[in-house]
């Protein structure tokens, strides 16, 4: 079983950063996939990103690709979200996931509680 908690959410104008964490627990945060989805209201929840167990491979969302960065150190068993030149459109609520190498939220098995990341023009 794991566990996640996401924070480094908040309020930041366009053109801003931010870099979210997920924290997990449990020993076997070394044999997931790690990925970022996000919801915004009235909207699907839709992939941003993943990153691979060992973290040499990542893939991106067209809409975030080259401003946003995956990373994860699993000797701290967390995962980071470095998000830059932020837009208006991606306000919306962040969560971390667990699971299996997929775009799909299907594929991944456990999710934190979501962080709110709210960007102003």
């Known amino acids: 079983q794991v566990q996640l908690v996401e924070s480094g959410g908040g309020s930041v104008q366009a053109g801003g950063s931010l870099r979210l964490s997920c924290a997990a627990s449990?020993?076997?945060?070394?044999?997931?996939?790690m990925a970022w989805f996000r919801q915004a209201p009235g909207k699907e929840r839709e992939f941003v990103g993943a990153i691979s167990v060992s973290g040499s491979t990542a893939d991106y969302a067209a809409s975030v690709k080259g401003r946003f960065t995956i990373s994860r150190d699993n000797a701290k068993n967390t995962v980071y979200l470095q998000m830059n030149s932020l837009k208006p459109e991606d306000t919306a609520a962040y969560y971390c996931?667990?699971?299996?190498?997929?775009?799909?939220?299907?594929?991944?098995?456990?999710w934190g509680q979501g962080t709110q990341v709210t960007v102003s023009s």
């Open positions: 449990g020993r076997a945060f070394t044999t997931y996939t």
């Open positions: 996931a667990a699971g299996t190498w997929s775009r799909s939220d299907l594929s991944y098995y456990y």
